[in-house]
């Protein structure tokens, strides 16, 4: 379970302090698939990076599983996919795949039979022995987050992965993505900047608003937990988007001044 | 291909080259005009220029006459021979790679200790540039003197003249390499709980090579005018600074040229050679194409 209470993050910058959280208070059960949306800047990565341990809050607390995030760091419960690929343009594919784990100290059996399982599930078979610049955004993108996959982690933070991704492909790993979950019961923190996206992945939406970084609703969702694509059109999907829109439009208007 | 590598690469460099030599020979004339009109009479205009194109003690040697020199001594002397000039150039040779040796893996410990330690990185890299900033002709006859004085003579100190030359580069380039890894790749290290030595291992260094290899050229290069540099004021009798060196006492300008000529050819060497590692090491690692 993670816990976020009052957390205050200011950046101090050349042209002055960056207020990037506000008083940001929310939590994640445990097998919740948590979707972060809001406008461009209003603190989604810096709320993530602040979960994984790699921004410390100026004010506040944040525990993971009872844990500071730190020590849950150390403890290697994170799978985080960047909002960059990131590759290592010397690993091939498969090589990046296996850095984690070579780091992880898993068996070499191992190595090859996990990376086997995620190169499926990315669909890059045939791609294995591909290097980085071989690949376009949308496949570099997909071994990325088969490098997150491949290790044992509860908590699966992933800024943007779909952004680069065409709409065919996106929804097939939104599918894919579901049934990921349902099968190994992780923990997802997940940001988008599209609503259906949000609504179709998440038992609970985070809607955020910038200047200062703050969450404008929390939205539990009422949707049932086993879903396909056909939900979409569904009356009660449609009701929880217009309430998402509702909220990223409520902070927009907070912001005239 | 083939016909592009002749337009790119050898029209132009040997239209260079044969400007230079005729350059040469031209300036050679004046240069050597006064002694040839000292040591013979009666010339002809036409029988005047060819002597001053093959005296025996020239002020400008032609180039001619330096590769018979270097013909001579490179091919026709007992590679034993003091007069061997291969003889000479290995054993410059031999303190340039082994300063090259000592620099580099100074260099990369001294990185690496900047790079890893706070208090070394704010401290040590003013003395690093301090060093460069004396003049290396003044502390080489200290360096051989000192080293002298408790018995180490030959090649260990004209190594560390080397040393002193090729470790600058290296620390530069190594320093600049191994925080060359981008934030994404540092906090994707992170979030995998990587220890120090393991983003040392999987990440920086293998982002410092393209670094390391431009720094290796520049001090390879900079180790050999160490070693020569190194053999001056040592009155050593063997080595190629020690030929220049022998060549001004006698006023042989043939030797000191070929000598010059036979360091140039043996950087040009060193520097091919790392330029080539530096090209199959980065191709089999896929980060250039
Ligand atoms: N390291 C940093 N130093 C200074 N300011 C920062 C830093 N990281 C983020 N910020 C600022 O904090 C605010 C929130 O940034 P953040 O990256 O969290 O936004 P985001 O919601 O992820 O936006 P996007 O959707 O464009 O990715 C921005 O105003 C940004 O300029
Ligand atoms: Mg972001």
């Known amino acids: 379970m993670i816990s976020v209470s009052d957390v205050n993050l200011t950046f101090e910058t050349n042209d002055g302090p960056v207020n990037a959280l506000k008083n940001v208070s929310m939590e994640v059960n445990e097998g919740d698939f948590v979707s972060f949306i809001g406008p461009s800047g209003c603190g989604k990565t810096t709320l993530l990076r602040v979960i994984a341990a790699l921004e410390t809050p100026t004010e506040g607390r944040v525990t993971v599983n009872n844990m500071t995030p730190d020590e849950a760091r150390k403890a290697r419960q994170y799978g985080y996919v960047f909002q960059a690929a990131g590759l290592y343009p010397w690993r091939s594919v498969s090589g990046n795949i296996k850095l984690p784990l070579e780091i992880m100290g898993y068996s070499t059996s191992e190595k090859e039979d996990r990376t086997r399982k995620v190169i499926d599930l990315v669909e890059l078979n045939g791609f294995e022995k591909k290097f980085p610049w071989q690949l376009s955004g949308g496949m570099q993108q997909r071994a990325s987050i088969a490098r997150a996959l491949a290790f044992d982690a509860n908590i699966l933070l992933m800024d943007e992965p779909f952004g680069a991704l065409d709409e065919i492909v996106r929804d097939r790993l939104n599918g894919e993505l579901l049934n990921l979950w ?21 038992t609970k939406i985070v809607v955020m608003s910038p200047r200062p970084g703050r969450i404008t609703d929390i939205i539990e969702s009422t949707l049932p937990k086993k879903r396909d694509l056909n939900i979409r059109d569904s009356r009660e999907f449609i009701k929880i988007a217009q309430r998402v829109r509702e909220g990223l439009k409520a902070g927009q208007t907070e912001d005239v001044f | ?226 070693a020569i540099v190194g053999e001056l004021p040592s009155g050593a009798i063997a080595g190629l600074g020690a030929r220049m060196l022998a060549g001004t006492y006698y006023g042989q300008t043939i030797m000191i040229w070929s000598a010059l000529f036979a360091a140039a050819f043996l950087a040009a060497f060193l520097v091919f050679t790392i330029d080539f590692l530096q090209k199959i090491t980065l191709k089999r690692m896929a980060i250039i194409r």
């Not at chain 2, 001619?64 to 054993?91: A, P």
């Not at chain 2, 260990?156 to 790749?185: E, N």
Request: net charge positive.
């Open chain 2, 1 to 226: 291909m083939k016909t592009s590598y002749f337009a790119n690469k050898f029209i132009p460099v040997s239209t260079i080259v044969i400007l230079i030599g005729v350059f040469w020979y031209l300036v050679a004339v004046p240069m050597n005009s006064d002694k040839v009109s000292r040591q013979f009479k009666n010339l002809t205009a036409s029988e005047h220029i060819l002597k001053c194109w093959s005296l025996k003690k020239p002020k400008l040697p032609t180039p001619h006459q330096i590769i018979t020199e270097m013909v001579n001594t490179t091919f026709f002397k007992k590679i034993s021979s003091k007069r061997s000039l291969v003889y000479h150039g290995w054993i410059t040779l031999q303190a340039t790679l082994a300063g090259f040796f000592l620099g580099t893996l100074l260099g990369i410990l001294l990185a690496l200790g900047i790079v890893h330690n706070k208090a070394m990185d704010l401290s040590v890299m003013p003395w690093v540039i301090a060093s460069q900033t004396i003049p290396i002709l003044a502390i080489a006859p200290m360096i051989i003197v000192v080293m002298n004085s408790v018995g180490v003579t030959g090649l260990l100190p004209k190594a560390i003249i080397s040393m002193y030359l090729s470790f600058f580069p290296v620390v530069v380039g190594m320093v600049k390499g191994l925080r060359s890894p981008d934030q994404i790749q540092l906090d994707q290290m992170k979030t995998w709980s990587a220890s120090s030595r393991e983003i040392l291992w999987y990440l920086r260094f293998p982002s410092s090579l393209p670094f390391l290899f431009a720094s290796l050229k520049v001090g390879v290069a900079a180790s050999l005018v160490g």
């Open chain 1, 182 to 202: 349902a099968r190994t019961r992780k923990t997802i923190c997940f940001v988008t900047h599209s609503i259906p996206e949000a609504v179709f992945l998440s």
